[in-house]
C-alpha cells in the first residue's frame, strides 16, 4: 500500500477536518479528497463519513488508523535505521585482537569509540595473529589487531596502532628474578615456555633471533595456547619466557617483568582490515584506530 495515502488518511483521521488536513499536508484539498477515495476503494470499505457536521471515522477506519499509524513509524525507523547505518553509527562491528593489546591503547580505544558511536554494536574476539588474518579473509571479523610480520598481507589494509617492547619473564622465586642488570644471555640454558610458531611466526621468529643474539638457542620445554596461557605457565615455575613489556600487570606478585634494552625487542600493533567490502560501521572504528596515535 501506498505509505503517502497512509499519511494522508491519518492526517485526516486525526484532524477530522479535509481543509484542516490539506493545510497540514501542506496541499489542496480537491487532491487529498481523490487520494482518500482511492485508498477507501483499495481497502474496499468505507474509511470516513462525511456529513454536514464534519467527518467521522468509521469502524473500519478507525482500525486501520491504529494500523497506520504503527506501520508509518516502522517505515519511519527503517529509514532512520538506513541513514544511521550508511553513516558507519548502526551496525555491527568484529573486531579480533591479539591478547597483549588488552594491556596498550584498546581498552580506552574502545571506550571512547563506545561513547560517540553508541548504536554500533562491537563483538570482541581475541585471537593469535595468524587466526585473525584467516579471520579477515574468510569474512568471519572486520578489523584485527595483530602484531607484524606476518603472512598473508595481500588484500588487507594496514595502520600502526600500538607500540611496544618484549620481555623477559622469569617466575619471582626464580633465583635470576632478584639479579640487578640481567640481561637476556644471563637465560641460556633456561627452561622456555613459548607458543607454537604457526600461532604467530614472525613474533615466534624475533624472539628466537633476540636469543640467538644473545649468544644462545632458547630450550623450549612447553608451548602454550595465547600470551596468558604462557604466563601462567611462567607463575608456576615451568619456566621462563619472553612476553611484551604491557602485559606486566598480569600476576606481578608471581612474575618479574625485565624489559629488554635492544632495538630489535621493539615492535608494534597493526590494525587491519579488508581492502574491499569493509562495511561504513567498520571503516567508523577503523579511522577511530588510526586517529588513537
Known amino acids: 500500500m501506498d505509505l503517502r495515502l497512509l499519511r494522508q488518511f491519518v492526517a485526516v483521521a486525526e484532524e477530522l477536518h479535509f481543509r484542516r488536513a490539506a493545510r497540514r499536508l501542506a496541499m489542496s484539498q480537491p487532491p487529498l479528497t481523490a487520494a482518500i477515495r482511492r485508498l477507501e476503494a483499495a481497502v474496499g470499505a468505507t474509511l470516513l463519513e462525511r ?160 636469543c640467538a643474539g644473545a649468544g644462545f638457542v632458547p630450550e623450549v620445554v612447553q608451548e602454550a595456547h595465547g600470551m596468558h596461557a604462557v604466563l601462567s605457565l611462567v607463575a608456576v615455575e615451568a619456566g621462563v619466557s619472553i612476553v611484551p613489556s604491557a602485559m606486566a600487570s598480569v600476576r606481578p606478585a608471581e612474575i618479574r617483568y625485565l624489559p629488554l634494552a635492544e632495538e630489535a625487542a621493539a615492535f608494534e600493533h597493526l590494525a587491519a582490515r579488508r581492502e574491499a567490502g569493509a562495511t561504513p560501521a567498520a571503516m567508523a572504528l577503523f579511522a577511530a584506530l588510526a586517529d588513537c596515535r
Open 51 to 210: 456529513g454536514n457536521r464534519g467527518v467521522a471515522l468509521t469502524p473500519a477506519g478507525a482500525t486501520l488508523l491504529e494500523d497506520a499509524r504503527a506501520l508509518l513509524r516502522q517505515a519511519d525507523r527503517a529509514v532512520l535505521a538506513a541513514r544511521e547505518a550508511a553513516a558507519g553509527r548502526l551496525g555491527l562491528v568484529r573486531l579480533g585482537y591479539v591478547g597483549s593489546a588488552m594491556y596498550g591503547r584498546l581498552p580506552a580505544t574502545i571506550r571512547a569509540f563506545r561513547r560517540t558511536h553508541p548504536g554500533l554494536r562491537l563483538e570482541l574476539r581475541e585471537a593469535t595473529t595468524a587466526a585473525q588474518v584467516a579471520a579477515l579473509h574468510a569474512g568471519e571479523l572486520d578489523i584485527a589487531i595483530v602484531i607484524p610480520p606476518f603472512g598473508g598481507e595481500a588484500g588487507l589494509h594496514l595502520r600502526p596502532f600500538d607500540a611496544d617492547r618484549l620481555a623477559m619473564a622469569l617466575p619471582a622465586a626464580h633465583t635470576l628474578a632478584g639479579r640487578t642488570g640481567l640481561r637476556l644471555g644471563d637465560l641460556a640454558g633456561e627452561p622456555f615456555v613459548l607458543w607454537p610458531a604457526r600461532e604467530g611466526r614472525g613474533f615466534h621468529d624475533r624472539v628466537i633471533r633476540l
